[in-house]
């Protein structure tokens, strides 16, 4: 799954803004509503490989977005949106390997000239580590 902020504005560089998302990320995976099995949090986008067990997509992403909108916007003492309407989905088939999907979404910024490694970038996580 992928999803972006409202015209991608970069507010993930902000380390603390960053943080309050994937602690939403990691409260719905707490709640066995999802298992993350591998993300990145990217200045103005997330990607986010999951396992859905106990909820649709939609409503994991309209939670998510909601609740880390509320959270980002009181922490900056703003109101307004946060997130563009929608996300983008890919179910992986069978014969698609898990692992090097996940690979491929935590080299995101690897990719874009973030990062000189991979391992240098703070706003990821697999559940392979």
Do not use: C
Request: net charge positive; glycine share 4%.
């Amino acid at each position: 799954m992928t999803t972006v902020t409202h015209e991608r504005h970069p507010i993930f560089q902000d380390w603390q803004l960053a943080r309050l998302l994937i602690a939403e990320m990691r409260r719905l995976h707490e709640r066995q509503l999802v298992q993350s099995l591998a993300w990145v949090v990217m200045p103005d986008h997330l990607h986010w490989l999951v396992q859905l067990q106990e909820t649709s997509l939609a409503k994991l992403v309209l939670q998510l977005k909601s609740r880390s909108a509320i959270a980002i916007n009181k922490a900056r003492e703003t109101s307004g949106r946060i997130w563009q309407k929608g996300f983008h989905d890919h179910a992986l088939r069978l014969e698609e390997d898990l692992t090097a999907t996940a690979r491929y979404i935590v080299a995101n910024p690897l990719r874009a000239g973030l990062v000189k490694r991979v391992g240098d970038y703070p706003h990821w996580d697999a559940i392979w580590l």
